[in-house]
């Protein structure tokens, strides 16, 4: 079994996207919603997954989320801009699994383990990921 990485550090990620924290992210208490924190996630992955060639208007398939772990580290506040780093963890024949992390100034927010499944948008059933597509994932 292959170890998982340590997505608390960013030397491990690729692809990077950025994202900033708006008044409406907050809690009654003045930190970033932990719901908020999962559209972070989500942003950044759609934009992996957009630059790879998925999420197109003529696709045939889309990509749901079927699994979400996030674990938070530390709190964030606004305002404040975040990077967020997603990388593959694996790929398999209609599913991918996606590590990703939020930090602040290097500092790690939250991490999340993502499964995604590709499914065709009109059978609304699990389709294997186009080799196209898989070929860009396993580079990301």
Known sequence: MTAMP????????????????RFNDLDALGHVNNNAIGVFFEQARIALLHGTGGF??????????????????A?????????IGVR???????????????????????TQEAVAVVVDRAAHRPTPIPEPLRAKLLEA
């Open 6 to 21: 340590d997505l608390t550090s960013p030397d491990g990620y690729r692809f990077w996207w950025e994202e900033r924290v």
């Open 56 to 73: 197109r208007e003529d696709d045939s398939w889309t990509v749901v989320l079927a699994r979400s772990v996030i674990d938070f580290k």
């Open 88 to 110: 593959m963890l694996r790929v398999g024949t209609s599913s991918l699994t996606l590590g990703c992390g939020i930090f602040l100034d290097g500092r790690c927010i939250a």
């Open 75 to 83: 709190e964030l506040l606004y305002p404040n801009t975040v990077r």
